[in-house]
């Protein structure tokens, strides 16, 4: 177990439908991470943000949105889902902001766009 | 855009054999992970390297760090069923900040 819970756990929504996805970091952990993996595209990182700010952007489609609260768990909103969205989305949390920090990775919720 | 190759794709082996794992890139990297991955559950990082030529050591795992910080290894001495899983390299490309996984490599040892 490393700490970091994500919501749900399993998703089955329509195409055209919005989403969000919760992550409670570790205790003391100040950044989040989310990443997406498929089968096709391996694991991608899509944003990370550090004590409720953004930090970082990777391959995050402008349709996907993500924020940190203050009490900093994170959610991450897709929106007019695509079949192609279909995947395993992961949080992560490490103590502070840096790619060197280790990052401790949920469970992740599966995704299935019908 | 920036790739992490990794290779082998696939690897099944016998308990007790040596395999060698690679994390190749044209980029250089200001520092790499390696994590496994079980399915069903996220990844976990195993090591990371942070200066070229770095060798780092965990258990029967060896990880070496690429002298220009393009590429990296895992090495696995004496596989044992337990050590099934997806290996991926990760590595944080500097100037731009992204974070980038590899392809992966999995692994299956046979009992």
């Known amino acids: 177990d490393s700490g970091v819970t994500q919501t749900p756990k399993h998703l089955i929504t329509a195409t055209g439908q919005r989403v969000t996805l919760r992550c409670s970091p570790r205790?003391?952990?100040?950044?989040v991470y989310w990443y997406q993996q498929s089968l096709d595209q391996g694991l991608q990182f899509l944003i990370h943000y550090y004590n409720g700010e953004e930090r970082a952007k990777g391959n995050i489609l402008e349709r996907f949105s993500a924020q940190q609260f203050p009490d900093l768990h994170s959610e991450l909103n897709l929106s007019s889902l695509e079949l192609g969205d279909s995947a395993l989305y992961f949080c992560a949390s490490s103590v502070a902001s840096g790619w060197s920090y280790e990052q401790y990775f949920g469970p992740g919720t599966r995704l299935t766009v019908t | 855009t920036q790739l992490l190759e990794q290779s082998p794709q696939f690897l099944s082996i016998q308990e007790g054999e040596n395999l060698t794992v690679y994390c190749n890139s044209s980029s250089v990297f200001s520092s790499l992970q390696w994590y496994r991955q079980e399915p069903g559950e996220g990844p976990v990082l195993l090591v990371t390297v942070v200066t070229g030529g770095e060798v780092k050591k965990l258990k029967r795992l060896t990880f070496q760090f690429g002298d220009a910080r393009k590429d990296s290894s895992l090495h696995i001495t004496a596989a044992q069923p337990g050590d099934t899983g997806l290996y991926l390299c990760?590595?944080?490309?500097?100037?731009?900040?992204?974070?980038?996984f590899g392809t992966g490599t999995r692994l299956k040892v046979l009992a």
């Open positions: 205790s003391g952990d100040l950044s």
């Open positions: 990760a590595g944080a490309n500097r100037g731009t900040y992204k974070y980038i």
